[in-house]
């Protein structure tokens, strides 16, 4: 039985996959285009959500010392890109993690779950 559910993914589900593709250390090809604002909120929502599942107490700094960054100054796909390969797994997980409860939020409320 397939699926021929042929929907065009919203610009927040672009994000978030991509998101979870370059915490998976993959080469994500981003259009130069892809709106900043939105960007920008959809990342903050996954470092709010990230905080509570880092494991350890540094790794939930490091988050929240990230989020009030991108809160004051914006952020963006090219900035998780360069900061990813800084951080530690467990900081990666949790973004990873969160980037995918959100994005089955989203799927869910499209009734794509």
């Known amino acids: 039985?397939?699926?021929?559910?042929?929907q065009l993914p919203t610009l927040e589900q672009y994000i978030l996959v991509a998101l979870m593709d370059?915490?998976?250390?993959l080469k994500v090809n981003l259009p130069v285009d892809l709106d900043k604002e939105t960007?920008?909120?959809?990342l903050k929502d996954v470092l709010s959500s990230a905080i509570s599942y880092a494991e350890n107490q540094e790794s939930m700094q490091v988050i929240s010392e990230e989020l009030?960054?991108?809160s004051r100054e914006g952020c963006?796909?090219?900035d998780q890109m360069?900061?990813?390969?800084?951080?530690?797994?467990d900081v990666i997980n949790a973004k990873m993690v969160a980037a995918a409860y959100l994005l089955k939020l989203i799927n869910k409320e499209q009734?794509?779950?």
Do not use: A, W, Y
């Open 22 to 25: 370059i915490c998976r250390g």
């Open 82 to 89: 360069e900061l990813i390969q800084k951080q530690s797994p």
């Open 39 to 42: 960007q920008n909120t959809v």
């Open 1 to 6: 039985m397939s699926n021929d559910n042929t």
């Open 68 to 70: 009030f960054r991108c």
């Open 111 to 113: 009734n794509l779950v």
């Open 76 to 78: 963006t796909l090219q």
